[in-house]
């Protein structure tokens, strides 16, 4: 079956430090890849997608690319901002098929 | 363009009642789909409606239930609400199933 894997939080990081959030997956077919951002008392807002393997998604500064190999859709920033604050939901979904989220990561970003 | 809309906002409920949620679509999406978020579970998949009909459901009791109308807006109910039903429903809406998801802001249900 389908799943989704990600990295355990809470993530506590200085101002303008790296950020990494792990997740891998598992499917039966080719799925495709999302990040979902979660600001607080908000409902949750696409940040990026990967459709196929080796496709980079990418905004507002965060990246991850879709690895194949590794069964991996890791998000990274290289500079985090206060604003950044958010709770992080990797997410597959399959065409015809519903969308499977990981537990999401808590990021605070501290000044 | 509207984003996904969902009333009410908030509510309190208490054990044994039930409670309807609605969620009004973006324009042009014929896709609904309705999460329960919780602390310690995270985003749960309750059901995915398309053109007025249930195409995926998740693993929850016949408590929960829900609908599609043919303007494409939906709503959830949850009979005999329990304690464990408290936690913030959010409905996403997507222009083809298992398209990208649009979601609304969430109706946050507490029952005492």
């Known amino acids: 079956g389908n799943s989704v894997t990600q990295m355990e939080g809470p993530v506590t990081l200085s101002e303008e430090a790296f950020l990494t959030i792990n997740c891998t997956y598992t499917?039966?077919?080719?799925?495709?890849l999302f990040w979902y951002v979660q600001y607080p008392g908000e409902g949750l807002q696409l940040l990026l997608k990967?459709?196929?393997?080796?496709d980079k998604g990418s905004n507002k500064g965060f990246e991850a690319t879709y690895r194949k190999e590794t069964t991996s859709f890791h998000l990274e920033k290289g500079s985090v901002q206060v604003s950044d604050s958010a709770v992080y939901f990797c997410a597959l979904s399959e065409l015809g098929n519903q969308f499977y989220f990981g537990t999401g990561t808590s990021l605070t970003v501290i000044p | 363009k509207a984003g996904v809309t969902q009333t009410p906002r908030y509510l309190i409920k208490t054990r044994g009642q039930q409670v309807t949620l609605s969620c009004s679509p973006i324009s042009g999406h014929r896709s609904v789909s309705w999460y329960q978020q919780t602390p310690g579970q995270g985003l749960q998949f309750l059901f995915e409606?398309?053109?007025?009909?249930?195409?995926n459901k998740g693993n929850f009791p016949g408590r929960f239930s829900g609908r599609q109308f043919s303007n494409s807006r939906s709503e959830m109910n949850v009979s005999t609400l329990e304690l464990g039903d408290s936690a913030l429903y959010l409905c996403a809406s997507s222009l083809e199933v298992a398209g990208e998801l649009f979601f609304g802001e969430g109706s946050r249900l507490t029952v005492l």
């Open positions: 499917a039966t077919g080719y799925p495709s």
């Open positions: 990967a459709t196929k393997a080796d």
């Open positions: 409606y398309f053109s007025e009909t249930q195409r």
